[in-house]
Each structure stands twice: as structure tokens, then as C-alpha cells.
């Protein structure tokens, strides 16, 4: 509890006399208040990974979004009433807390293998939490000294993985990487077209950005928002593996060079979200450099296979790319937002954006502008997005990277051998990575078409998501909808395996039975 002065300073002056609302003010930035606080959420937070690793609690408890939202609004209303006070503020705490983590998508759950979002390592968390707690914000080097060097060490480091030599190359970490994408294909397209920062982009040169065919939407969103137009991104078809076709890719670029129009970038993808396929990086950059177009790799997903021994060779020639994204909040397993864009050439640092903004960067000290990261980044003022991931690296080294993605690589493979043995579930491709499609197909569903099968899988995800027991994805493939799971949980075992197909049987039957 709090001393009996600390208690005062909270109840007192209701009357809000300016003096009592400092005394309350003053006491929620002490010590002493935060260190009961922090002994609440560190309690709740350890028996909550203790409910998860023991698989006590369901991945998720399904709740229709108009009713979380007016549960969300109860809270609020009752502090508008009622605000805390000195007996109580614990007690209250206690509660908001326990309902965010019951409340919450588990990620850490054995049984989620959803999106591409993995289950974050806790001790990542702490020292993220150092950054939200003292508000380290970044912009200009002296508001962020040390995040600011973190990021920009963090940035030496994996560019050198990726193979640039040093000193070559730059980067920037941005939040996510939707962020990272529009910044590097912002570079690209004021790289190809001179003057268009400050003119605008040119309505009769008709610029085109090239994508592979299952390029993440926030690739082909780009366009829109650099005033390309996404009528004017060109989609590069794929092979029977999922991967660009690279002989479609050439013959494109012959057409577009015939008809005069500047190609922003070819936007290749390591892996592309469908089905985590890496497109062959090396054949692509061969034709860009024949053709003399920016390459672009989104590796949000896939970087981290550069850790890897067994599954680096997925990357080769990402070395060659001029721009590179790969986001640390995938699979090097820390907290989001942390993704990073590389540039292979230093001189492109700040060719994204080219603003003054003179009260804040200092001009009697002109070389510290490399370090201000407020010029070449969207965000202004953005977080210490690099202090888990530095944190666990220097804790532990960059073999622990090496070791979850293989274990996830790995996960994949033994599911996949487990949907090929089982005769009502089909798997629609041989894994590369950690991402694995497919259909439960039981006996009933014999004679069905090919749309009504698509139609069952959507809502049968549907129904296991609301179940709650665990968690995957859906995904349309060829046009036909189907199952998706992504192993980013180094918890999950062939029994939780074994557990997710159960209850897809199990939802499933049910759903057979109420549409027969």
C-alpha cells in the first residue's frame, strides 16, 4: 500500500485546488507508486505465461466486436464516475490488467499458428519496456542518444548478414513493414524520376512499379500513395511453385523499354505471404541489371532465413538488391514494430525525403544529421523500435535467431507430414518455410464442387477461430478458399499439432451437421 503521505497526496483537494493537483501528479511519476504497480503486472504476467505454457486457457476468447467495445467503454465510464483513490487504485489495477489478458489474442498459446506474428520472447518485452517507460523517442540524435545508437548498430549488423559491405550501405527501422516498403519504393521512385519531390510525379511519363504476382497488398498500396497509381503497378506472374517468372519478367521490361516508360522498381518477395514462397533472387537481379531497374526485395517475412545454415541459400542475391525490408517482429521473434529498410547504396540515405525542418536539426553541427533519423523516415517522432532486439542479441548472440527459424522451418515440415497422412486433410503445396496451406476434406464433402469445397473451408476457419481452442487463418488459393497456418511459437509441439487437426475435425463435423 501506499504511506500514509503518498495517500493523502492521492485523495487530496477533490476540489481541484492547483496545489493538491500537483501533489497527485507528483506522486504518479515517484517510485513508489509505480513499484506496487509493477509488482501487480509482473505477477500477473508470469501466472498468465504460466496458464498459456500449461495450455489452461483457450487461445482466445471469442468476443463480437460491438460488445468488446462496450466493455472497453465501462471502464472508461466508471474512472469518469468514480476515479481511483488511495484504498483502491490496487484493486483496480488488479482488474483492468487481468481483463486485457484475458481478453487478448494469445500469441504465446502452443495452439496459435495464425498470422505471421510470432510469439513474441518475453524477455524481449522488458526491454522494450525500458523505452516505453522513459519515452525514448527518436528523431533527432539528442532526444534519442541511445536508441539511436542501438538502431544504427542494429543496422550494421544485419546489413552486413544480408551481404553488403560495410560502410556501402544504410538502412532505417521504421513501424512495420508497410512503412518500410512505401519508404524504400519512395526512394526508388525519386531515384527514376529527378525533381518529383518537389514537382510531383509527371502525368504523361506513366511510371510503373513490377510486382511478383502474390505481392503483400501494402506493395501494390504503395503506388497509390507515392501518386503512381495502382493502375500502373504491373503484376509478374507466377510459376507452379508460387515464385516470379522470371522469363515474364524480362519480357515485360523489353516492352516497357520499347515504349519509354520509366520503371520505378521490380518488387521481388522472400517469402510471399500465400504460401511463403522465395522468389529466385539471383535470376531476378540478373534481369534487373540487364535492364538497369531499381530491385527491390520484401523480405519481411523471409530475412531471418539468413541466419540459417540450412536455409540461407533461400536468399541468394538478396545481396544484389538495391533495397532490401526485413522485419525483426517476424522471425527473429521480438515485439512489434521493428522492421528494418536497407539501402545496398549509403548515397540513397536521403533521397526518400528532402525537407528542412530547422528547429529541429541543429545546423552548427551539420555531420550529426546522418544520425537524425527524422529525415529519412515517415515517422517524425517514432519509438526505441530496436531495444528488445538488440536486448536478446546482446544477451544471447545471433545463433538464437538461427535457432528459431530453423525450429519454425522445422515445425512446418512435420505438419505438413502430418496432413500426408491423414486421409481428410490435403496440403496444397510442400513447405519452404514455415507457412503451410491446405483443406480438411472428410468423407462427406466427396462430390462436392470446387467452389462449394472453398466456401467450406472460410467458414469452417471461421467457426474454429470463434471456438476459441485454436487459431488459424484462411486464404484464398487459385480462387479457392482454403486453410493457412504459420508456425511462429517455439512451444508448439506434434501434440499441439495433433490438438489444432482434432478440433478442425471436430468444428468441422459440427458444421457438416447444421448445413446438412
Sequence with gaps: MLSADHSNQFNA????????????????????????????????????????????????????????????????RSAEVAPASAENWE???????????????????????????????????????????????????????????VERAMIARLGQQIGYSPGTFTGIITHGGSLANLTAL???????????????????????????EDAHYCVVRSAGILGLGTDQVIKIPVDGQRKMDVSQLDQVLSELATQSRPVIAV????????????????????????HRVWMHVDAAHGGSALWSDQHRHLLAGMERADSVVWDAHKMMFVPALCAFAFYKDKRHQFAAFQQDAPYLFDPTDPGIAEYDSGTQTVECTKRAAAFGLWGMWSLFG????????????????????????????QPLHEPECNIQVFRYLPDATRGWSNQQLGEFQLQLRRAVVVAGNAYIVPIKLNGRGALRTTFMNPTTTADDMDAVLDEIRRVGQQLLVQTS
Design 13 to 76: 483537494g477533490r476540489d481541484s485546488a492547483p496545489l493538491a493537483a500537483r501533489q497527485r501528479l507528483q506522486m504518479l511519476y515517484e517510485a513508489p507508486m509505480f513499484r506496487q504497480a509493477a509488482s501487480v503486472w509482473s505477477e500477473m504476467l508470469i501466472r498468465h505465461l504460466e496458464k498459456l505454457s500449461s495450455r489452461e486457457v483457450p487461445v482466445q476468447k471469442w468476443c463480437e466486436p460491438a460488445s468488446a467495445v462496450d466493455e472497453a467503454m465501462k471502464f472508461i
Design 91 to 149: 484493486d483496480r489495477l488488479h482488474g483492468l490488467l487481468e481483463t486485457m489478458l484475458d481478453r487478448g489474442q494469445n500469441l504465446l498459446h502452443p495452439r496459435y499458428v495464425g498470422h505471421q506474428v510470432p510469439a513474441s520472447m518475453p524477455l524481449a518485452g522488458l526491454f522494450d519496456a525500458i523505452g516505453s517507460i522513459t519515452n525514448q523517442v527518436m528523431a533527432i540524435y539528442e532526444m534519442g542518444p541511445w536508441a539511436t545508437a
Design 186 to 212: 519512395l526512394t526508388a521512385r525519386n531515384v527514376a524520376l529527378q525533381d518529383c519531390w518537389q514537382q510531383g510525379v509527371p502525368t504523361d511519363v506513366r511510371a510503373v512499379l513490377l510486382v511478383q
Design 267 to 290: 518488387a521481388a518477395a522472400a517469402c510471399a505471404t500465400p504460401i511463403g514462397a522465395f522468389d529466385r533472387l539471383n535470376e531476378v537481379a540478373d534481369v534487373c541489371e540487364q
Design 398 to 425: 545471433p545463433q538464437l535467431f538461427a535457432d528459431l527459424v530453423d525450429n519454425a522451418f522445422a515445425q512446418a515440415a512435420t505438419f505438413h507430414a502430418k496432413l500426408s497422412a491423414a486421409p481428410d486433410f
